[in-house]
């Protein structure tokens, strides 16, 4: 998407073209207003906040954020508002930014349901608060993240998810079959504001920069219409999130490497990985003690010391096949989950049309497959899409209600008469009939035919 024209010039001198994805160039000195280059309060600090003000890094922060969407803020401004804004008022917010007293609006608070039940508190910036902290993480990340732990994968550039279940399979391959699974207490709502600010001091030397991240992580909550003060946690919603956790989390990772632990983490999720029962009572109480340094707590009613194949990482869970092989699978509960927003699509009193509900389906389907396609089970897949296709035979029967109805639209599909009035005789009956005589009237095709995805393809 070209952004030409979208604000105006930030700078005198031409852009320098970028030299790697996420990576923005040193930014030229702007002839527009003071820079205060080397007022950081520290000999021979660097000019960070010049390079997050750079024009290559701020375009591309614009498109991401334009990318990314999303709700807006506490007032009220979209994404699409977000580029007139900045033609607008961008002199004065660069140099609030570049005086250190650019104020960040308070964040609204939002709730989403979390699979295995309950409420996720989330709290969303203002689209100009994401467009600054996107900026921010474009020039902060290269430069931190090449420190982190490699046991590290969660929301860092070349790792994901798939990565961190691939690694944990090859320890418990190795014979490391008993994990130690720690969760952490509304971990977002507790990170404490300065340890997690001194831990981002050793890293970051432009007070502008703390300044202005400290900000963020205080500035208020903003929810039925009050604004409240925040002293402790972090809005998990905002781009410098994850960052702000991942440097926070890896002095863990850094004893759990100095002691030789086998671990994967993603976020706030860590699982070590040991050969005993005995070994994993011993480091869930060293975890405890670390994240207690932290001012973090371990949440004891789902946190464990258990076979590696009873837990679950990042909705995986793993089973030993033929040989001794460990294989991948989808959890068992993010399958119920899968199901349940299955059946809430295919609920068969909605009164919507077939060809709506699988439009539904084809908007969740696909990426449910491609997150879950390391899962070593081609035919768990392929009865989920039976069951789907039952479903949908279900809804069709019961839109067609009447006896007469569902005789005369299996008979002009091709059903015997026979057939026919049997299920028309059980016109009611909708799951049982659409598991009999329907298939010859509905077939595997037809659904293909209307775009229904395949699991198991």
Request: glycine share 10%; with cysteine.
């Amino acid at each position: 998407m070209s952004l030409e024209g979208k604000w105006p010039q930030m700078s005198g001198q031409p852009e320098q073209p970028r030299r790697s994805r996420g990576e923005a160039p040193k930014a030229p000195r702007c002839e527009e207003e003071p820079t205060a280059a080397n007022d950081t309060g520290r000999p021979g600090a660097s000019a960070l906040m010049e390079r997050v003000l750079a024009p290559a890094n701020l375009k591309v922060a614009l498109a991401r954020v334009r990318k990314n969407k999303g709700s807006p803020g506490g007032d009220g401004m979209s994404v699409e508002d977000l580029p007139g804004y900045l033609r607008e008022h961008w002199k004065r917010l660069r140099s609030e930014l570049l005086a250190g007293t650019f104020q960040p609006q308070p964040v609204r608070r939002a709730e989403i349901p979390k699979p295995g039940g309950g409420k996720r508190q989330l709290g969303i910036p203002t689209v100009l608060d994401r467009f600054i902290q996107q900026g921010l993480l474009q020039v902060l990340q290269p430069d931190i993240d090449p420190g982190f732990s490699a046991h590290s994968f969660g929301f860092r550039p070349g790792r994901s998810a798939h990565d961190a279940v691939r690694q944990a399979q090859r320890l418990v391959q190795d014979g490391l079959r008993w994990v130690v699974d720690v969760d952490l207490e509304k971990f977002f709502d507790r990170v404490n504001h300065d340890i997690l600010m001194g831990k981002l001091a050793k890293r970051i030397d432009d007070i502008r920069v703390l300044g202005l991240i400290r900000r963020y992580r205080s500035a208020g909550i903003f929810a039925q219409g009050m604004v409240s003060e925040r002293y402790e946690g972090t809005p998990q919603g905002g781009p410098l999130s994850p960052l702000r956790a991942n440097v926070l989390l890896d002095e863990v990772d850094k004893e759990l490497e100095r002691r030789g632990h086998q671990f994967v983490r993603y976020a706030d999720d860590c699982n070590v990985y040991v050969r005993s029962r005995r070994a994993g009572r011993r480091v869930r109480g060293l975890l405890t003690k670390l994240y207690g340094r932290l001012k973090l707590r371990v949440n004891e009613a789902k946190s464990a010391v258990a076979p590696a194949i009873r837990r679950k990482l990042l909705g995986y869970s793993f089973w030993v096949g033929p040989g001794g092989k460990v294989n991948r699978r989808v959890a068992p509960k993010a399958m119920a989950a899968m199901k349940e927003r299955v059946r809430g699509i295919t609920r068969r009193n909605g009164g919507r049309s077939i060809e709506g509900l699988i439009t539904e389906l084809r908007t969740y389907l696909p990426g449910w497959k491609e997150y879950f396609r390391l899962a070593d089970t081609p035919n768990v897949f392929r009865k989920l899409d039976e069951w789907i296709r039952h479903r949908l035979r279900a809804v069709l029967l019961k839109q067609w209600k009447r006896g007469r109805t569902i005789y005369r639209e299996l008979r002009a599909r091709g059903v015997s008469e026979r057939s026919a009035r049997i299920v028309a005789a059980n016109a009611r009956r909708w799951w049982k009939n659409s598991a009999m005589y329907l298939h010859a009237a509905l077939p595997n095709r037809y659904f293909d035919g209307l775009g229904l995805p395949r699991l198991g393809a």
